[in-house]
């Protein structure tokens, strides 16, 4: 064996590593969009079924828009609550710059 082999076979040993961070996928979705589903299971109904799909179209639409799951969800509590945060101390509150 060459050594370039040798180099290439340790590299393959540790490919497992690149994986360790990406996010679960389920059927092309990202598997905590599925998380309804467990609702469906517990409480099966025709309600909870077009919730479940709704929900999943949803993230589906979110994720077209090259957001994650998280900042989906980030997304979704900004337009319900809006940008202030009520929780935070004034002086670690952002305010908007504008730059000429």
């Not at 961070?21 to 990202?30: G, I, L, S, T, Y």
Request: proline fraction near 4%; charged fraction near 25%.
């Amino acid at each position: 064996m060459t050594r370039a082999a040798e180099e290439n076979e340790i590299e393959k040993s540790n490919w497992h590593w690149r994986n360790t961070m990406r996010p679960v996928r389920f059927f092309n979705w990202d598997a905590r969009a599925a998380a309804p589903f467990v609702v469906l299971l517990v409480f099966p109904r025709f309600s909870t079924i077009i919730f479940c799909i709704l929900v999943t179209i949803i993230f589906q639409i979110f994720e077209k828009r090259g957001l994650t799951f998280p900042a989906a969800i980030r997304t979704i509590r900004v337009w319900l609550v809006g940008y202030e945060r009520s929780g935070w101390l004034s002086t670690r509150v952002r305010t908007l710059t504008e730059y000429e």
